[in-house]
């Protein structure tokens, strides 16, 4: 084999593993989306269409402030609690929408009480967790079911409306483990 054919092949080969990548982290330009796996299954919504983190190269960590505004004029938690549409598709839109507006932001799946929120690595107090689910709490929020939850193995899982109000949020359950994906 000439030293030509190699480099063709050579160059066949990296073109394949391109393509290949592009199928799996569908490109847009300076955005991709990649999916989420967990305990070997893939992390799917309450339609059945694979939940995917959208990674855009102009998102960062920003402040705990600037993550709060913008959960607050995030209409995520506006969309209704239903059969086709629950925690992963309420996780996925806050992800996409934060990656959009230049915000870092990922997903937690949460074992022992089988849900899903947002995370964001915030550069003045760490790890954030977000939840904006529509439809478990009790009481009335308003406008707003967002809110803001400690994860910890062996806790219960309660969130804590971003707004002030009256209400409170029902304990979802002992979190048994969590996984964050960026």
């Known amino acids: ?14 073109i394949g593993a391109i393509y290949g990548y592009a199928e ?23 339609d059945g269409h694979e939940i995917k983190l959208l990674e855009c190269k102009n998102a960062t960590d920003v402040s705990y402030a600037d993550v709060i505004t913008f959960i607050r004029a ?9 059969p086709n549409y629950q925690c992963g598709d309420f996780a996925e839109s806050v992800q996409h929408n934060a990656e959009v507006n ?11 009480i089988n849900h899903a929120c947002n995370v964001f690595n915030t ?5 954030v967790f977000v939840d904006c689910t529509h439809g478990y709490g009790s009481g009335s929020f308003g406008e707003s079911w ?30 048994t483990s969590y996984e964050i994906y960026w």
């Open 146 to 175: 967002d809110s803001t939850v400690n994860i910890e193995v062996g806790k219960q899982y309660k969130p804590r409306p971003i707004k002030s109000c009256d209400a409170a949020y029902d304990s979802m359950g002992v979190v």
């Open 74 to 82: 995030d209409h995520a938690d506006k969309n209704a609690y239903t």
């Open 102 to 112: 230049g915000i870092n932001c990922g997903i937690v799946v949460i074992d022992g």
């Open 24 to 46: 799996e982290n569908f490109i847009l330009g300076d955005e991709y989306e990649k999916g989420i796996t967990t305990n070997g299954a893939t992390l799917v919504g309450a």
């Open 123 to 127: 550069t003045d107090r760490g790890l």
């Open 1 to 14: 084999m000439g030293d030509n054919q190699i480099f063709y092949i050579f160059i066949f080969v990296i």
